[in-house]
């Protein structure tokens, strides 16, 4: 199998490549200076003047769907999502404000009835000892006036015995004066002498 060369074909500038062309007769027609003129112009299509009529109409529709998006769907949306927010901070906060005042009156009632229950305990036990002294009084005086009755009764009772003594005393003293006289003179006493003896005595 031959093998078959070719060699790389050069490029050429555009004005050489259209003398090439039209050297070689290979159909150079009337627009073809036209069209190597256009090409060989370069640069970015956007900013050449015929393009900018397409693109400002472009660039409002765009902006027009733009700003219909933006005021009909986005905004309305966070509009509400913000107050809604907004409204649920509010309600919170005021919640807030709500139980603190509840809780500040129920702590004041609740120290109004520790200082009252303070007062009323306070009030009981005053008269708790107020009745524990009255009693106590009272026994001690009821006690007291046992006591004495019983000293009364015992003191009765020793003037009793002292008297019922003092009467055997002159008894046996007269028994004893009889039995000396009737031992020293050998005859019995009568009993003028003994009471005489017993006044003399005393």
């Known amino acids: 199998m031959a093998a078959h060369t070719s060699a790389a074909t050069p490029v050429l500038p555009v004005e050489e490549a259209v003398e090439h062309a039209v050297a070689n007769g290979h159909g150079a027609g009337p627009n073809t200076a036209t069209e190597v003129a256009d090409h060989g112009t370069g640069g970015l299509p956007q900013f050449e003047t015929q393009h900018w009529f397409g693109q400002i109409a472009y660039l409002l529709i765009l902006f027009a769907i733009l700003y219909l998006l933006i005021s009909k769907v986005f905004a309305p949306r966070l509009r509400r999502v ?19 005042a509840e809780a500040a009156g129920q702590a004041a009632k609740a120290q109004a009835e520790v200082a009252e229950a303070r007062a009323a305990s306070r009030g009981l036990a005053a008269a708790a000892k107020a009745r524990v002294t009255e009693e106590a009084n009272r026994r001690a005086a009821e006690e007291e006036a046992v006591v004495n009755a019983r000293i009364a009764e015992a003191e009765a009772a020793i003037g009793k015995t002292r ?5 055997n005393v002159t008894s046996i003293a007269s ?28």
């Open 163 to 167: 008297d019922a003594a003092m009467t």
């Open 82 to 100: 913000m107050d809604e927010r907004a409204n649920t901070i509010a309600t919170a906060v005021e919640t807030a404000r709500q139980v603190q």
């Open 175 to 202: 028994d004893t004066a009889a039995a000396i006289v009737e031992r020293l003179t050998g005859k019995t006493a009568t009993a003028a002498e003994l009471a005489a003896a017993g006044k003399g005595a005393a």
